[in-house]
């Protein structure tokens, strides 16, 4: 199997190379700081540092990364930044329009590039939130920038017919991300993160190896349950 993933240095994306990786598959990653794992899987992980913040760069990333690669059969838009726990109103619009350009508008211009090589590609898994849908106060930029990258995948679905994709939520991961939603933001101020320090530690919030293994688990059921383009929760499936 060949598999492009995105923000693959740490957290899920990390744990999703590895478990990829377990299942023989041949990965090609791109992120920001580059994937520790290169050294010691150098026949199976291709691996490109880029900052998807810089957009007008990803291209010439992906033509360098993926010069070798004939046809994928998932790719997985996992790079994400979270931004600060507050008030909408007290948010800056260029960290919005920064989250932006990480939490969607690279999505875009890999999906173009995709489209525009007529690289074959099976399935496309967007790695999207509650949030999205939720809309907790607080959550703003994060819940709009994944508000919008669901959209954006709704939206491409019928440009990319040969292509099933989802935005797919994967429910509560122990990640970085997590110490600074647990042991930093005041959970008085911003009630919806009491849950997920509650979480933290119970079976409800695996580490990021397992979730990946439960993502990975469920691409089947995903095209064959699920209409391209939705968007899906793994707490609702």
Known sequence: MNVFITGNSSGLGLGLTEALMDRDAIVWGMSRTGCALKPKFDDVLRDRQQDLGKLNTIEEGLDRLLSDCLRLDLVILNAGILGRIQEIAHTDVHDLEHMMRVNVWSNKVILDWLIERQLPVTQVVAISSGA????????????????????????????????????????LVDTGMQDYLCE?????????????????GTEDMPK????????????????SDFDSGEFVDIRKM
């Open 208 to 223: 990021p190896r397992e979730a990946a293994d439960r993502i990975l688990d469920l691409l089947d059921t995903l095209r």
């Open 132 to 171: 999205a849908v939720n809309m907790s106060y607080g959550w703003g930029g994060y819940s709009l920038s994944k508000a919008a990258l669901n959209n954006l995948v709704r939206l491409y679905a019928p440009e990319m017919p040969n292509t099933h994709l989802t935005a797919f939520a994967p429910g």
């Open 184 to 200: 930093e933001v005041d959970s008085d101020e911003f009630p919806s993160t009491q849950k997920l320090k509650d979480a933290r």
